[in-house]
């Protein structure tokens, strides 16, 4: 009959006074191994579901290696491409529901939805990506590892989306001219 019960060390007794061959000691042992399995899963998790570290591989892996540095244009280019990753499975979960017939949203089509939404707000703000200008800066990123802890020496930059921007240069130019010619008045 399988023993099927989770054991932790404070219920296994008289851990210190065991032969090393007992099943005591194999039982100590795949409850250790268990502990240290649980723990490397639970770092692996956290690793993988920082966003800010999965937006800095992104970038990294986007840019081939040939390239030393990039202009504006360029990397405004690369944002595009970044905010566009994930239209394609949108789309295919869009493609899902069948016409005249009620099917749900999937979890996943709500959860993109948002993601993108919320990543091309940013956009408009202003996205913080890794400073690909500076050819030390390009050189570093490619050395890093994915380490969180070492993620401060990459330089970041905040760009803000040219089109919005545009309209921000106007909207702010009429209201300097109305200014002004309320003034004159």
């Given at each position: 009959m399988p023993n099927n019960k989770r054991h932790t060390l404070?219920?296994?007794?008289?851990?210190?006074?065991?032969?090393?061959?007992?099943?005591?000691?194999?039982?100590?042992?795949?409850?250790v191994l268990r502990k240290d399995r649980l723990e490397q899963?639970?770092?692996?998790?956290?690793?993988?579901?920082?966003?800010?570290?999965?937006?800095?591989?992104?970038?990294?892996?986007?840019?081939?290696?040939?390239?030393e540095s990039l202009t504006r244009p360029e990397m405004h280019q690369l944002i595009d491409e970044y905010l566009a990753r994930n239209n394609?499975?949108?789309?295919?979960?869009?493609?899902l529901h069948r016409p005249g017939?009620?099917?749900p949203k999937a979890a996943r089509e709500d959860l993109l939805a948002a993601l993108i939404e919320r990543e091309h707000k940013e956009y408009v703000s202003g996205i913080e990506i890794p400073?690909?200008?500076?050819?030390?800066?390009v050189k570093l990123?490619?050395?890093?590892?994915?380490?969180?802890?070492?993620v401060k020496r990459i330089r970041m930059i905040k760009l803000i989306d040219p089109k919005?921007?545009?309209?921000?240069?106007?909207?702010?130019?009429?209201m300097v001219e109305a200014k002004d010619s309320t003034m004159n008045e």
């Open positions: 404070k219920t296994i007794k008289n851990k210190e006074t065991m032969h090393p061959s007992s099943r005591r000691a194999q039982q100590v042992m795949r409850v899963r639970h770092r692996e998790r956290v690793h993988l579901s920082n966003p800010i570290a999965e937006r800095i591989l992104w970038f990294r892996y986007a840019v081939s290696d040939e390239i394609e499975e949108l789309e295919q979960l869009k493609a017939k009620v099917r400073d690909f200008t500076s050819p030390k800066n990123l490619r050395a890093w590892e994915g380490d969180m802890n070492s919005h921007m545009s309209k921000i240069v106007a909207q702010t130019a009429e």
